[in-house]
Every structure is written in structure tokens, then in C-alpha cells.
């Protein structure tokens, strides 16, 4: 009999969201475990604690003999329900480097980040196993957990981090040798959020610049502004709209999957650009394995891990950061060679086969489902923020708030915390 596997992640909601990358990351998971034979059942709770009384409903009507949580909210709704499983958790992105970029126009900047420390808190006390979308953030995580007194002697032989990074889809419509160069030219695309660690002022000026020495140069976007990153979007859709070149411009904004797809089919090569900064050294770009897994050459910049697999494996070509000349330079070379895009086409399938297959990547994760184990529970060492709506969490979100925006402001966030909180404490047999 096959073991049960609780899937906790996301599975609706739209990418304009924010959460595309949970759904992205929560789909591979599940193909995953489904093609190893594993029974799963998939659940995507509310933040928060509704979302702790979602998991414990769902564990309260069936067994499970593990549980896999996607980061950031669905993982702490299921670990706020103590739900008493070997849990395996995919710290899905640095959150806190994440935060440091987020606007500060709200003026709730610490406010904000002390919410996200909280929440990795209780991921790295509450859960056993440990996965991420990059060596590099493994490696910080390990440091994490060591830090926070996660392991004692007993597990001195344990490393319960592992890589798992944004695998090539199966199944993926990979490109024909004919569909290398779009109808209409040289279609150069870019798809998902404009973070805000997204470049878009670099990619606009290598764009335009490129444009302007290659006539048949066309730029599609699917994909725009998410709700923590509005700004970068719509400077970048301004300057598009008053080019010299705004006829080439499509802005497509955000787009179902069957559309999203016919975009691709388009596509000459695709181009992302990263700011320099915690997240891009340590985060992933869910968005390349997309376009690797197609067959659709790659121009990128330097900094993210798997911009260096791109560059190391010839998957496309990369190139400095903040370096619009450069990049420039690189889409006019792809644009002007169908035979190095057929050479980096011929690499991607073989990544694609090989070190970014789906067996590959899952390898950890499907080998801990077989036979679930557990961390030394309880911690050393003190943790760096309260549980979430805990005494001393509400005590430090009054204290950074009266720090930036004054007592009478501290004590009215401190009420909105408390109201929901004392209704919860009101309702028997919930909470």
C-alpha cells in the first residue's frame, strides 16, 4: 500500500496575486510525489489561523503518514495546527530578503517584516525535513537551523536540507526546430511578476536600444504588477507606451494558461533581469524553467543561482547585471544567429533530461515520503520573533510601530490585532 501524502499549498488564485510561485512550486510538488506512487491529497488552506483549522479538519477526516508544505502561508497555517506529522517544508524563496525589498511607502516596513520572521520561526522549530529552490539558500538554511540549536548530538550525521531546485515540467510542449524564430520576426519575451527586484529600467533601455539597430525586434510581456510590487510594472508600461518604438511593444498583462502558452509558441528568446541585493543571491526564477523547458533560448543577467546554470550549461547566454550595453549586445546576437539558438535549444533539452528532470530534482523528497523521520523537537536557542498573535508577537508589532509611526497609531494596530483574536478566544473548540 502507498504512503498518504498531505500536500499543503497553493492550488488556486491567480499569479497577479503574488502567489505564482507558491502554485508553480505546489504543482511540481504533487507531480512529483503522484509519479513516485505516492497517494496524494492536496489542500490549500486560508492564512493564518482559519487556515490551521482547515489542516486540522482535513487531518480529523482522514491518515496521513507525512505531510509536504509549500512556504510561506499555506506552511504556517499547517504548522500553527500542530498537526503531530513527520513534516517536510519547502522554504520556497528567503522571505526575509523578500521583505527588504518591499515598499516602504505604507510606512509599516518593520511591521511587515517582523509578520515574516515570525512565520520562519515557526517553520525551522515545527518541521523536520527542509528543502529550498537553490544550493545557495540551502546552505544559508543549514546555518539557519544551527543557529537556532535545531540539532543535537543525536542528529550530528543529519543534513535535513536539501536543493530542490524549480525542475523542467513534463510533459512541456518543447520547441520545433522550425518555431525557432516567431511569425513576425524576432519576438523577444518576458513573462511573470515585475518584482521588485525585477531590473525593468535595464531591460527598457537594452530593449529600445536594440529595437533601434534591429528593425524585425518585437517585445511581448505576460506577466505585470503584483500586489507588493505595483511601481516597477507601471513605470516600465509607461516608458513602453512612449517610446519611439511603442508600436513594438505588447503588453500583454497577465494571462490564462491555454494564452500564456500561444505566447510562448512566439517566442524567439525570453529575457529576465535581476537587481543586485539578499533575494537575488539566494532566491530562484521559477519563470526560466518555464521557458528551458520549451526550447526557448534564454538572455538573462548574472546573480541569481540558476543564472549561472544557464551560463555554465549553455542554456542561453548571461550577462552583467545593471548593463544595458551588454544585454543589448546579447539579444542582437541571438536575434541575428538561428544557429546558436538551435545549439542552446539542443542543451536545453538535454538539461532537460537529465540534471533538471523531475526524477532528478525529487529525488530527496520522494526518498524521505518512503520513510518519513523526524528532527529533536523543541529548540536551544531562543527564536528571533514570537509566534504569530502570541503576547510577546502583539507586544513587538506595538513597539515598532510607535518607533515609526507614533503611540496613538501603535495602540490602534495593536487593537485590530487583538479584536480578532479575543472573538477566536470566545468561540469554544476553535483556535
Not at 182 to 209: C, I, K, Q, R
Not at 226 to 234: E, M, W
Not at 254 to 275: P, S
Not at 373 to 381: C, D, E, F, K
Request: hydrophobic residues 40%; aromatic residues 6%.
Amino acid at each position: 500500500m502507498s504512503a498518504r501524502v498531505l500536500l499543503v499549498g497553493c492550488t488556486g488564485g491567480a499569479p497577479s496575486t503574488g502567489a505564482g510561485a507558491c502554485i508553480a512550486r505546489t504543482r511540481r510538488f504533487g507531480m512529483a510525489l503522484e509519479s513516485a506512487g505516492f497517494e496524494v491529497v492536496t489542500l490549500s488552506p486560508p492564512e493564518g489561523r482559519r487556515g490551521a483549522r482547515a489542516v486540522g479538519r482535513a487531518l480529523d477526516e482522514a491518515s496521513f503518514d507525512c505531510a509536504v508544505l509549500i512556504s510561506p502561508f499555506p506552511a504556517e497555517a499547517a504548522a500553527l495546527g500542530r498537526p503531530g506529522l513527520p513534516l517536510w517544508v519547502d522554504m520556497n524563496g528567503m522571505h526575509p530578503a523578500e521583505m527588504l525589498l518591499r515598499s516602504t511607502d505604507s510606512g509599516r516596513a518593520a511591521e511587515h517584516m517582523l509578520r515574516i520572521l515570525a512565520l520562519e520561526n515557526l517553520l525551522l522549530r515545527t518541521c523536520d525535513r527542509f528543502s529550498c529552490p537553490s544550493r545557495r539558500q540551502a546552505d544559508a538554511l543549514m546555518g539557519e537551523l544551527l543557529l537556532l540549536g535545531r540539532l543535537d548530538s543525536s542528529a550530528a550525521g543529519t543534513v535535513p536540507v536539501s536543493a530542490i531546485p524549480h525542475c523542467a515540467m513534463p510533459g512541456a510542449p518543447f520547441r520545433e526546430e522550425e518555431a525557432i524564430r516567431g511569425p513576425s520576426g524576432v519576438n523577444v519575451l518576458s513573462a511573470g511578476a515585475f518584482n521588485v527586484w525585477f531590473d525593468h529600467l535595464t531591460l527598457f533601455a537594452a530593449l529600445e536600444t536594440a529595437m533601434s539597430r534591429e528593425p524585425s525586434i518585437t517585445f511581448t510581456c505576460a506577466g505585470g504588477a503584483v500586489p507588493f510590487s505595483p511601481g516597477s510594472y507601471l513605470e516600465f508600461e509607461e516608458m513602453a507606451r512612449s517610446s519611439r518604438f511603442a508600436d513594438r511593444f505588447r503588453l500583454l498583462g497577465w494571462l490564462d494558461e491555454k494564452a500564456l502558452e500561444e505566447v510562448y509558441e512566439n517566442a524567439t528568446m525570453a529575457v529576465y533581469a535581476d537587481l543586485p541585493g539578499a533575494e537575488t543571491r539566494l532566491g530562484a526564477r521559477t519563470r526560466v524553467l518555464d521557458w528551458v523547458s520549451r526550447g526557448i533560448p534564454v538572455v538573462c543577467t548574472l546573480g541569481a543561482e540558476i543564472s549561472e546554470d544557464i551560463r555554465d550549461g549553455g542554456l542561453g547566454i548571461v550577462v552583467p547585471q545593471g548593463d544595458p550595453e551588454a544585454l543589448t549586445e546579447a539579444l542582437i546576437r541571438l536575434a541575428s544567429s538561428r544557429e546558436l539558438a538551435r545549439e542552446i535549444r539542443s542543451r536545453q533539452r538535454a538539461w532537460c533530461e537529465g540534471p533538471g528532470s523531475m526524477d532528478r530534482v525529487f529525488e530527496p523528497l520522494v526518498s524521505w515520503c518512503s520513510s518519513p523521520s523526524r528532527l529533536p523537537q523543541g529548540a536551544l536557542a531562543r527564536p528571533t520573533a514570537h509566534r504569530l498573535d502570541s503576547p510577546g508577537y502583539l507586544a513587538a508589532i506595538f513597539r515598532v510601530v510607535a518607533r515609526e509611526q507614533g503611540v496613538p497609531r501603535a495602540l490602534y494596530r495593536l487593537l485590530e490585532k487583538l479584536v480578532p483574536v479575543l472573538k477566536r478566544l470566545r468561540k469554544p473548540g476553535r483556535g
